[in-house]
């Protein structure tokens, strides 16, 4: 199983980037997923979540992000995204995208010891 975003980079503070996940030898439509991210010394954090079957539409998202950013997923090309807009640079961070198995987050919450696989991470910077 391997999991690669892309699509990070350098932005200014109110612009906006659009993180991509692909997966390999599993499908995002079985499992749960979600986007986190690690800022410099800080513990890495989930920002936002997709339970197995649920619409985009009823994704969930940390009060840090809700309203500014959105998960989206494309089942046909077994893809994930991570649309962000009005970046800040409290967004500066790694972000990984992962999967779990669906009872996971269920029964442990949207933790990263939920996850069962992860990305490598891409890097984010907001610059003021």
């Known amino acids: 199983v391997q999991l690669v975003e892309s699509g990070g980079g350098l932005v200014q503070v109110g612009g906006s980037l659009r993180l991509s996940c692909t997966a390999s030898?599993?499908?995002?439509?079985?499992?749960?997923i979600g986007w986190f991210r690690q800022a410099p010394g800080k513990e890495r954090e989930g920002i936002s979540f997709?339970?197995?079957?649920?619409?985009?539409?009823?994704?969930e998202y940390t009060n840090s992000v809700k309203g500014r950013f959105t998960i989206s997923t494309d089942k046909d090309k077994n893809m994930m995204y991570l649309q962000m807009n009005s970046l800040k640079p409290e967004d500066t961070a790694v972000y990984f995208c992962a999967a779990a198995t669906p009872y996971k987050p269920v029964l442990f919450g949207w933790s990263t010891k939920s996850m069962d696989h992860w990305g490598q991470g891409t890097q984010v910077t907001v610059s003021p």
């Open positions: 997709l339970s197995k079957g649920k619409s985009d539409a009823n994704a």
């Open positions: 030898g599993l499908s995002f439509a079985n499992y749960a």
